[in-house]
């Protein structure tokens, strides 16, 4: 396993989530969509199984497709990420690095896909929502905090199950398909329960990668990009897998 290896499989994961992630939002959002109102729950279940495909694809690189992942299992203390690839810094820059564009390609795909829907005439800030999360209410301290415990949530049960599968702690550990499965239904079970205050980013790359191609992209009506906001998908999501993987050494061990 190489670096470059890690990074074609870990960019080519985010990108499946994302394209797949945020494509469901813009059928739920965008008119002229055959999918135009389906709702929440058909959004939570979107990104789950956006995240069961991102996993599958990218298992070579131990599926982390979330920097808050790669984070949580470095603050494991976890000696790998997969066999042949120290926990370092450079590994570390490799996989957020792949997964930021991965994040960044996903979302131009999904732009492709629905460029005549994003063409139509519609409220810009759903269009900026297709692509990025924002708070129902606007509290930066609480924002940050609904980021950080669903993060946590999120990578705590999956260091619990990878040290319940085996030794790799990883989304997909010796689970094979079933292994993402699992993670697509904790994602669909995040989204539920803890994603009304600020659509649950949970994923930086997911937030940051998106918001970006949304500012670089030719979007006909389309507003800012809320940069104001975007920390917070950042910041909270980085902080709760933070929190997780040093919670594992006690919580788990």
Known sequence: MTLATIFLSEAVGTAMLVLMGCGCVAANLLPKSKGQGSGFLFVNWGWGLAVFAGVLVSTNSGAHINPAVTLGIAASGADQYVPGIPVDFASTAVYIGAQLVGGILGAMLMYVAYKRQFDQDTDPSFKLGVFSTAPEVRSPIWNVLTEVIGTF?????????????????????????????????????????????????????????????????????????????????????????????????????
Do not use: M, Q
């Open 153 to 253: 949530v999120l990578v705590f049960v999956v260091l619990a199950a990878g040290k319940y599968t085996g030794e790799n702690p990883t989304p997909a550990a010796n689970l094979g398909w079933l292994g993402a499965l699992g993670v697509a239904l904790l994602v669909v079970g995040i989204g539920i329960t803890l994603g009304g205050p600020t659509g649950y980013a949970i994923n930086p790359a997911r937030d940051l990668g998106p918001r970006i191609a949304h500012f670089l992209l030719p979007i006909p009506g389309k507003r800012d990009s809320d940069w104001g906001y975007s920390w917070i998908p950042v910041v909270g999501p980085i902080l709760g897998g933070l929190l997780a993987g040093v919670a594992s050494n006690f919580l788990l061990a």
